[in-house]
């Protein structure tokens, strides 16, 4: 396992031509043992990143470290690290079993050491009873576990390196696959490092989620703090179902302005009056009688678990999340949690002077 | 309207469809819910003349259509793996249909430019597919069965190959699109909450069997089949097996009893039975005096942003809990979890529904 250390990365396809930065100037160290997981958007540049630690793609600029080894100009083998793809990758006319000793057969491993690590990920990922089948006649999402077995088979990878690996598993196998991975990460202690544009997936899996937009690093963060503290308006958007409620404000000292309505601020952040914007998860308002801001209802969604409201704020979609069985008036008041209100100016979250 | 009637399909000898009869209106949206391999796009390929069914008929407002080669019918499909004419521009790819029609340039040109409105692709027309991003392709792919106008139109997972952030736009988006159109509109997908977004009537489907057909929030609130709540629940369907014997529940393989449900369910037939319980129906605390406890070892907890889920061995089967708030359990502890009686869920044998006894007529 390995502490992955990024030193100035930048990435152009194609430099000569002045192809557009599909990676921007970058420097993370990423600890040994951690399990984090690059999200955002297609197009952001996660798997860019991702092709850079691994050694697929070597970059324009910066360098790659290992331990604080040098890996730049090494291939993916000789980084040693293991990977798992989209789509499966597997030997269609081996078996199951004979899928997964392969990587450790390269190795030159013992035959009853293949053996038992063999048998140890066969059941990790319920495959035990099919270890004999070829390949070829297995479902397509037997086949991905085989590809995520066969990247987890190996203990003495620096990193185990996922690119989108759920994407195309049925979601009541993507459950189990995911804590399997956990119980395997925290079993192992492997350095994972996985890309995904699903934020369930990015925040159930890692301790540590890296949020990318149009190629750079956005925050990187707990789940909690990406979730409470999104330090870029992007991020709170993006986090969520639905995302942040971002409402555009003029602010007056301590007062939010909507038109003729008075948001007052429990804090003061010590910025100069103008165009600001409050940050509102919908987890985080109530309808009220008599609190808060006028709201029109524009929509009400049953989704099953809770209510989808949409409400209208003179031109601005406020949605709420309400319960079911509560009854939805037409015209409304937006109560918002003051501990849950954070600030943004110019997209970027601006702390609190006092609490 | 389309009207399938104990439509059947064998492959090599395995069923692939098995007697589904399905009454799909005009003007709602039709949802195909079921996991991987249940059918669901075999089905979608038997309603556009793809296959032909082994046994059982196809109608069209009354009128059978299984002879009619998909060419003659007027059907429009999207799949999930985006699919483009990689030479041709986005406005010829959304025209490709209307050539084929022979219609007139005006005639073309004003119904690419209506459907372009509409996905918001104006910018893109003079572009090639391929340099859109994966989002934009599928909106070109939509548009062309926009521009169709055909009868049935069959979207077969369409947003799953897209951005989760993407996904939750156009689901919002794609009802209303073809909602003046007076079309038959047809959608599978495997995703409980995309359905539960989409709303319309919802046919679950199981193995090549349609388990239950309702509105999609009926469906979801009071399922009666077991593999219909199976089907709804994102993370999985908490179930364990009951016995009964002399009205006292108990474990099946344990034996262990468990306490309360005799009151819930009153007199029922000996025998085995499922019980099953949402995720999110699972609570730290009692909701109620006469909430159930269950105690169970915890595996693994994931964190989103706001909730948790919290994994535990209960009996021997997988359990989640999925509950509000940051809970960071340990794995390997104890813990104890409630449930209010209302949201229990008791399946007989057959996998049909026990009523409460205070329900019960």
Known sequence: ?355 | MLELQNVSLRVQGQSHIDEVSLQLDRGHLNLLLGPTLSGKTTLMRLMAGLERPGSGDILVDGVSVVGTPVQKRNVAMVYQQFINYPTLTVFENIASPLRVARLNAAEVAARVQQAADVLQLNDLLARFPGELSGGQQQRVALARALVKQADLVLLDEPLANLDYKLREELRSELPALFADQGVTLVYATTEPAEALALGGMTACLHEGRVIEYGPTLELFKNPARLQTARSFSDPPLNVMQLGVRNQTFHELLSNVPIDGLSQIYGTVTDGAYHLAIRPHHMNLQPVSDNSLKFTGTTTVTELTGSESYIHFDYGGNPWVALVHGIVAAESGKEMDFYVDPDNLFLFDVEQTLVPMANTRS
């Not at chain 1, 996660?46 to 090494?74: A, H, Q």
């Not at chain 1, 050491?113 to 009873?129: G, K, Y």
């Open chain 1, 1 to 355: 396992m390995a502490t992955i250390e990024l030193q100035n990365i930048a990435h152009q396809y194609d430099p000569q031509q002045g192809s557009p930065y599909a990676l921007r100037n970058l420097s993370e160290i990423w600890q040994d043992r951690g399990a984090y997981a690059l999200l955002g958007p297609s197009g952001c540049g996660k798997t860019t990143l991702l092709n850079i630690i691994s050694g697929l793609l070597r970059p324009s600029e910066g360098r790659v470290l290992f331990d604080s080894v040098d890996v730049t100009e090494l291939s993916p083998e000789q980084r040693n690290i293991a990977q798992v793809f989209q789509f499966p990758v597997v030997y269609d006319t081996l078996s199951v079993a004979e899928n997964l000793a392969f990587p450790l057969r390269n190795r030159g491993l013992p035959k009853a050491q293949i053996e038992s690590r063999v048998n140890e990920v066969l059941a990790m990922l319920d495959l035990s009873d099919r270890a004999e089948s070829i390949a070829s006649r297995l479902s397509a999402d037997d086949k991905q576990k085989i590809s995520l077995g066969r990247g987890l088979v190996r203990t003495d990878v620096k990193a185990v390196l996922f690119d989108e690996p759920l994407t195309v598993i049925d979601p009541h196998l993507k459950w189990h696959l995911r804590t399997e991975l956990k119980k395997i990460h925290r079993q192992f202690q492997h350095t994972m490092i996985y890309v995904t544009h699903d934020q369930t997936e990015a925040l159930t899996f890692a301790d540590k989620v890296i949020v990318m937009y149009e190629g750079s690093v956005v925050q990187i963060g707990t789940p909690p703090e990406l979730f409470q503290k999104p330090q870029h308006t992007f991020v709170g958007r993006f986090i969520g179902t639905p995302g942040m409620n971002i409402i555009k404000v003029n602010l007056r000292g301590n007062s939010a302005m909507l038109n003729d309505q008075v948001i007052t601020l429990a804090s003061s952040y010590g910025l100069t009056d103008g165009p600001a914007e409050l940050g509102i998860r919908p987890e985080y308002i109530e309808l009220s009688a008599d609190r808060g801001l006028r709201a029109a209802v524009v929509a009400v969604e049953d989704l099953g678990r809770h209510l989808l409201v949409r409400t209208r704020v003179d031109d601005q979609i406020i949605n709420v999340i309400a319960r079911n069985g509560d009854s939805i008036p037409e015209v409304t008041r937006l109560n918002f949690e003051s501990d849950k209100l954070i600030l943004f100016r110019d997209s970027r979250l601006v702390e609190p002077r006092t609490v």
